[in-house]
Every structure is written in C-alpha cells, then in structure tokens.
C-alpha cells in the first residue's frame, strides 16, 4: 500500500504525454524517409490562409525544397526520438513547437465554414494546435517525467553516496524506470516494422500522402490525353459511382453497401493516387463527392481535374444554386446531371438545361450536359441547346441482362425497376445504342461516353473498344484501386490498335 502511495503518478503521466507526441513526432519522420521520392512540394503548393505565398514560394522553388525536405523529414525523426527518450528535451520541444505552427499555417483552420471543416480540423483548434499547446506545457512545467536525460544525476548520485545501501537501491530503481522508454520504443518499433512490411506505411501519415505499396510496374505506356476547352485531360477518365457508392447492381442489394464499405475514405485518397501516377489526372463526380474531392486536393496537393455534375433545385425554383456550390468548391468543369437532363426534357423543361448551361459558361466554366436517353441529347439540338461536350451512355445491348430491344422505353433509366426480366431493372444504360451512335455521329462537341461497360455486365477491353469505335473522344469508367493499371493499359492498348472509327477526334 506504501509503494502505490510512494509511485510518482505526476512523473508517470508527464512521461506519458510526452513519449506519445515523440511516437507521432518519430513515426511522421520515420515515414517519410521510408517513402520513395516523398516530398512536400505538393502540400506547400495548396497551402491556404493569409501566409499562403510564403508557402506557395517556398514550394516552388527547387533549392529550397532541397532543404525543406531533409530538415522536414529527419527533424521529425529527431524530434520524435529525443522526446521519446528523454534527450535534450527543451530543444526538442522547441523544435516541435515551430513545426506545428508551420504545419497550423500552412491550412488554418479559419476562414471558412464549420461545415467545410476536415476530420481532425475544427475551427481554430485542429490536432496541430492541441499537440503544440501540449509540448508549451511541457516548455514551462519543471517535471519533465522519466528520460535518460537524468540517468548523468543519478549515477553522479551514486558515487557521491557514502553510505547505507538503500541510497544505493534507490538509485538503481530510479535509473531503471528511466531506461523504462527503451524497451517501449522497440515493441513500437517492432509492430510498427511489422505492419510496414506487410502494408506499407500508413498513406495518409503526414503533410503529404504517397502510395502505400501500388506497384504500377506494369504499365504500358503514356495515357493519351485530349482537351475539354482549355482543359487537357486523359482519355480514360476515373467515374465517381464506385466511391459515391452508386453500384447498380441490378437485384444485388447488398453491393452498394459492400462498395461503401471497401471505398473508406483512405481507400478512396489511394485509389486516387494511384490513378494519378497511372496518367489518369481527371475525375467525373457526382455532387455529394465534391467535399471528398476538396479535402483529397488540400490534403496531397493533388492537381487531378475535377467534373462535377450539378442539379437544379427545381422546388425552389433556383437552377444555378449547386452549380455556384461546385465552383465554390474548385471544381474544374461543371456539367449538368445526365438524369435531371432526362427528366427536364421528359417534362419539357428544356428552358432550365439552356438557362443552366449559360450560367455555367457566364462563370468562365466548360458547360457539359450529360444524358442516359439519346432522345433528351436530341430534343436539346433541335432546339439549338449545344453544351461545350456531351457526356452519353454509350454501351452496346449485347449481354445476359439487357431486356428487349422492343420493351424499351425511353427515359426508363434511373425509373420504376421492375422484377419482370423483359423490362428494366437498373441494367441497362444506353437504351437504343444506333440510335446513340448516330447522333454522337453528327455530334460536333467533343463526346465523353459513360457507363461503357453497362455497370460490369461487359469487358472492358470490349466495352472500351465499342465507345471509341463509335465516336468517344473519352471514356468515364469506375474504377477500384485493384483495377487502375490494367484498366489504363487496356485504354492504351484499344487506342493504339484502333480500327473502324469513322467520327474525327474531336478533343
């Protein structure tokens, strides 16, 4: 009962506080030397707030970023391990603290909205700011726990003591407790080696994000690349469907939520990685994704292009709110949602798709319009309604699921699915494929074809083959992470022996 009495639960927990920071300060560095070719190029050149020209210069300049990234990388390292165990602890947290307010300035989190706000990132108060105010705490409170640090003292104790054996005791006790870091360092390290051996170092460790373990040695070539206004993009562009969670997946209930499942948001910023380094640099998103997007961009200092689809708020009578959303969120080219172009035709509203289309282009923006139906890509031409590129289903109807050609109905996509085989049932996307590829035909905007591979039902070296064949100037196809490079080598390879296409390239 004594001894418990006796325990130094102070000491214990300042020691604690501080060999915690030291882990993240040391496994941060530890990371980033790791890492193959890591740099934090990309993050200074995103940075934000009132300092960012000093960040955006910084990371511009070579010869700096020649310094930058060594004192980044092995002062972390340093920083970590002198906090861990004990060693020239004030300088240590000095340094700790002037890279935390570096790493707080370069994204404060002020500004902007509550809402906008990354996991981890509050307003004002965001992980930085807690973990610097703790290492001030540290700064000016005269305990600084167990270390090495004071191992000199105790053995200078030792000698000096004349006498009784307790003293003695006492001090070996002492000089053990403060060794007692040593050992917590090697079982961290230990599981820390372990998972990188079997994983890779955690992607999302740090200013910057690397690919964690994708090997894209594979690759076949260069992706071909096209323009979209001023806008130089790769032919095969990644589809949003597989990380919004939109399977369509015909009676397979339980894909969307297994999609969901697999694409967590470190899965999602690696998939994106790696279609990057692949030569995909452009994104077609739904307009739920765009906060996905926005964080992904701030947190790597990614430059991939961004389409985002836009709806109108047709209850309120206000077209144009999503659109001034998206570009409020930096996106890069905004296109009408192909079901909402579907349905505005259906009902006759093809005012709303014009007015949309010329608030797009009033904002200095390429103005897409996106369709499943042809007919509502047709009904706009005739009324002279033609955006800067046309986004259209473009698959052909061979395959188990497609129900009849003579049950079609048009605008059935996205509709009531029925449980009768002969009708639609969320399988088929490109109802009338001659019809489709006549108009893309005559089309004189560039044509980026979607849902090409029907949601899975066709392969995609046939799939991609049938949409450039026809006419795509590009392909927005879904992809997992496992699927990127044999997906860009597939595109590589149908554009390299491509035969029959009959339509100019017009991108």
């Known amino acids: 009962m004594a001894s418990i009495k006796n325990f130094d639960w102070k000491k214990c927990f300042i020691t604690l506080l501080r060999v915690t920071i030291g882990w993240h300060f040391l496994y941060e560095g530890l990371s980033k030397i790791l890492a193959e070719n890591w740099t934090a190029g990309g993050y200074l050149s995103n940075a934000t707030g009132p300092f960012s020209g000093i960040y955006h210069w910084l990371g511009a300049s070579v010869g700096m970023m020649n310094v930058i990234d060594p004192v980044n990388m092995y002062g972390l390292l340093l920083i970590g391990l002198a906090l861990f165990l004990g060693i020239a602890i004030r300088y240590a947290i000095g340094g700790g603290i002037v890279l935390l307010i570096m790493y707080y300035f370069a994204y404060p989190p002020f500004g902007g909205t509550i809402a906008g706000s990354t996991e981890g990132s509050l307003y004002i108060v965001n992980r930085q700011f807690i973990e610097a105010t703790a290492l001030l705490i540290l700064l000016f409170i005269k305990e600084k726990g167990y270390g090495i640090f004071v191992l000199k003292s105790l053995i200078s104790k030792k000698k000096a003591a004349k006498e009784g054996t307790s003293t003695t005791s006492e001090s070996r006790r002492e000089a053990l407790k403060n060794l007692a870091t040593i050992p917590a ?265 979607f849902k090409v591979l029907a949601a899975g039902a066709i392969k995609p070296e046939d799939g991609f083959n049938w949409a450039f064949k026809n006419g795509a100037d590009f392909i927005c196809v879904g992809m997992f992470d496992f699927q990127v490079v044999n997906d860009v080598n597939i595109t590589i390879d149908v554009l390299n022996n491509l035969q029959g296409r009959n339509r100019k390239w017009f991108a």
């Open 185 to 449: 360092l090697g079982v961290l390290g230990f599981g820390a080696l372990s998972e990188y051996n079997k994983y890779g170092y955690d992607t999302l460790s740090g200013a910057t994000i690397q690919v964690g373990g994708a090997d894209i040695s594979e690759l076949k070539g260069t992706l071909p690349k096209g323009k979209l206004g001023d806008h130089e993009i790769s032919r095969l562009v990644l589809g949003g469907n597989l990380i919004g969670g939109w399977a369509h997946s015909r009676d397979l209930m339980y894909v969307p939520s297994l999609f969901r499942a697999y694409n967590t948001e470190k899965k999602i910023f690696e998939t994106l990685m790696l279609a990057e380094k692949a030569g995909v640099n452009t994104i077609n998103i739904g307009f739920p994704t765009n906060e996905t997007m926005q964080k992904y961009k701030k947190i790597t200092g990614s430059k991939i292009k961004v389409i985002s689809q836009v709806a109108p708020e047709m209850e309120k009578n206000d077209y144009f709110i999503n659109i001034d959303k998206a570009i409020d969120m930096g996106v890069d080219i905004v296109q009408v949602q192909g079901n909402w172009c579907d349905w505005l035709v259906r009902d006759n509203r093809l005012d709303v798709i014009e007015k949309m289309l010329d608030r797009i282009r009033s904002q200095g923006y390429v103005a897409g319009l996106a369709s499943h139906t042809v007919d509502a890509l047709i009904a706009c031409e005739e009324q002279g309604i033609i955006p800067d590129y046309y986004m259209k289903t473009m698959h052909h109807d061979q395959y188990w699921s497609a129900h009849p050609k003579e049950n079609r109905v048009p605008f059935e996509v996205d509709g009531t699915k029925y449980l009768d085989h002969n009708k639609f049932h969320d399988n088929l996307f490109c109802l009338f494929p001659d019809k489709t590829i006549e108009f893309v035909e005559r089309a004189q905007v560039p044509v980026m074809g």
